[in-house]
């Protein structure tokens, strides 16, 4: 296995992967600023080769999908030991779940999404690929989250709602009305911005 990215989030990837007993290799990054993580080594993203077991480590949904799109590799999920995942929930390539996550029955979450600590997806959530559910976000029953879309810290969205794609949801924000495609949304009740 090897990830891609050396960054904070490849520090809870990382966790996750040996809390699982994953050996991790290697870790690819295009501007490495250090040699290890956790004891395992960084190298500069000279050497990547085709159909290696990996989990793309990057926080930006838009350079996750850059780097998926561009490289063919075995994606594999990184989830938590500690979440609690439905067995009647369908989850992508490439997506990681971190500690006391919450995915209901019904839920499907879609390649390279990345859903944080204790965030909590009610049942029958759609979310496509490439979304971030940031940590303590909540999303009601029958959301549905557009590509690439990030809701951050804390944000609450209830029953039924739609967000469309790229859209950026603002920590605490309460969302109760429906959000067009690359939107930005804060406050409570939520308020388009931009």
């Not at 993203?45 to 799109?69: P, T, Y």
């Amino acid at each position: 296995m090897i990830l891609f990215g050396a960054s904070g989030h490849a520090k809870v990837i990382l966790d996750i992967l040996f809390l699982n007993r994953v050996s991790v290799e290697k870790i690819i990054d295009d501007h490495p600023s250090f040699e290890e993580l956790f004891k395992i080594p960084v190298e500069k993203n000279d050497n990547l080769l085709a159909n290696e077991q990996a989990i793309i480590s990057i926080g930006d949904n838009g350079i996750r999908k850059k780097i998926a799109e561009k490289y063919t590799l075995q994606y594999q999920q990184a989830l938590h030991p500690k979440s609690t995942i439905s067995q009647f929930s369908e989850i992508g390539e490439g997506t990681v779940v971190m500690a006391n996550a919450v995915l209901n029955p019904g839920c499907k979450i879609g390649k390279h999404c990345i859903i944080n600590t204790a965030a909590i997806i009610e049942h029958d959530c759609v979310l496509e690929d490439f979304v971030h559910i940031s940590p303590n976000a909540a999303l009601a029953g029958n959301v549905f989250v557009g590509e690439g879309t990030h809701i951050g810290i804390g944000a609450s969205v209830i029953q039924g709602i739609k967000i469309g794609k790229w859209a950026t949801i603002g920590a605490g924000a309460v969302i109760i009305r429906d959000v067009p495609d690359f939107a930005t949304v804060v406050g409570n009740p939520g308020k388009i911005i931009k």
